[in-house]
């Protein structure tokens, strides 16, 4: 009992102190579990010995019993031999040996309970050193997790300062300005470099190339003339056949004109 409680209090002292000095739980852990084993092996070592006492007292309490048994032969040899005063000495000699039995009887029952006592505490030590080793891997998950936890804390804590947005939104700003000044000089580059007039007149002509491509847009949609695109687009075998409704087309034009003299008169 005492072996255990002197164990049990230095894995504690041991591990109070590591857990003062240490800063990283699972070294923390790895070396509390290899305090743990070295206590075990001792304590295996001091089983051991008292096993080793146990037996050694069986031992002698056999030896005993074996010896009264062996000066009670002694003593019947001498009644045999009729010789009463030497029975009478191993008869005292017996009763030496078997009083000596008790006393190591007694002594290897007490030693045979201590060790049986002895061996639960150790299995129980045992098994919770093997507790402590299946516990290990979530202990040193969880301080992980709290680690992270505490870390995404002190980040989202110094997020709370807007200095470093700020500087975001001044920077998209600068370069929203940088673009329309480079914007602006591109504009001032193309209307003031090489020959105004005759950029005038480009301008002029594009307008007027916009406004003829509307027109003829429109009247196709109207149904009343194709677009040029749609003419230039034709195919060569339809180009006979182009060719033949305009004179269908000229054909008529007379006849239209004589329609219209008519009705004027």
């Known amino acids: 009992m005492g072996l255990f409680s002197r164990l049990g209090t230095l894995i504690k002292s041991n591990l109070n102190d590591i857990i003062s000095k240490a800063e990283d739980p699972e070294k923390m852990l790895n070396q509390v579990l290899v305090e743990m084993k070295g206590h075990l092996i001792e304590a295996k070592k001091q089983v051991a010995v008292a096993i080793g006492d146990e037996k050694r007292l069986k031992k002698q309490y056999d030896d005993q019993v074996s010896s009264a048994r062996d000066w009670e032969r002694k003593a019947m040899l001498a009644v045999q031999a009729g010789d009463d005063e030497l029975a009478k000495e191993a008869l005292g000699r017996k009763e030496e040996h078997e009083n000596l039995s008790i006393q190591f009887e007694q002594q290897w029952q007490l030693q045979k309970d201590a060790v049986d006592k002895l061996k639960d505490q ?25 680690e992270a936890q505490k870390t995404i804390q002190a980040t989202m804590s110094g997020l709370s300062d807007t200095s470093a947005f700020d500087t975001f939104d001044r920077m998209a700003d600068k370069v929203e300005k940088l673009e329309a000044e480079a914007e602006a000089t591109a504009d001032v580059a193309n209307d003031l470099t090489g020959d105004t007039l005759e950029l005038k007149f480009k301008r002029l002509e594009a307008k007027a190339s916009s406004s003829d491509s509307s027109l003829a847009a429109l009247k196709a949609k109207m149904g009343l003339a194709a677009p040029a695109q749609e003419q230039k687009a034709l195919p060569a075998g339809d180009k006979d056949a182009r060719k033949k409704a305009e004179k269908v087309e000229k054909a008529a034009a007379p006849a239209d004109d004589e329609l219209a003299a008519d009705e004027d008169g």
């Open 122 to 146: 150790l299995r129980l030590l045992n098994s919770r050193i093997e507790e402590a080793k299946r516990k290990r891997n979530l202990l040193v998950a969880r301080a992980k997790r709290a």
